[in-house]
């Protein structure tokens, strides 16, 4: 038997409007803008590190993938943690804590599309290592090709007349 929620608890939950809700909102929204914040200098940063995607084979371009990833999860973690340090700067009530943690994690979520959102654009090298593994996947040279009717011509195809006129 399926249980469903507690409708007129959510209800109440989506429609309500008071100043605790506005310093939630404004304090995921501060959360969010310092953790774009430092998401942005860091990623730049880690980004610089591995530098030389265009140049790579494919084992190089595997390895170091792997470890720029590596090192953006370490920098997600201690971002994280270096947002912890900064107050609540918007508190309007003394009502509303800080500090008091969501059973549903509602006040991460600001933080988390900020994180993702700004780390994933300025990881170009990244990108450009992905895209270089899924094309070699897919069996895509992304070098230059002669199509087969110009090399016949140039290998002295007909008449030797690389225009192919008559």
């Not at 591995?50 to 084979?57: L, S």
Request: charged fraction near 20%; glycine fraction near 10%; aromatic fraction near 8%.
């Amino acid at each position: 038997m399926i249980k469903l929620p507690n409708y007129s608890h959510l209800m109440g939950s989506l429609t309500e409007f008071n100043m605790i809700r506005v310093q939630k909102i404004l304090h995921m929204s501060q959360d969010a803008v310092i953790t774009s914040i430092f998401c942005f200098f860091a990623g730049l940063g880690i980004d610089n590190l591995f530098v030389g995607a265009d140049k790579e084979d494919i084992l190089t371009a595997s390895i170091k993938g792997m470890i720029q990833l590596i090192v953006v999860i370490v920098a997600v973690y201690y971002i994280r943690k270096l947002t912890k340090f900064i107050p609540f700067l918007l508190r309007l009530t003394k009502e509303y804590n800080p500090f008091h943690k969501s059973k549903d994690g509602e006040g991460l979520v600001g933080a988390t599309i900020a994180m993702g959102l700004l780390l994933m654009s300025t990881q170009t090298n990244l990108k450009k290592r992905i895209k270089h593994l899924v094309d070699a996947t897919n069996g895509k040279d992304n070098s230059i090709k002669i199509p087969s009717e110009l090399t016949m011509e140039l290998d002295g195809g007909d008449d030797g007349d690389i225009g192919g006129g008559h």
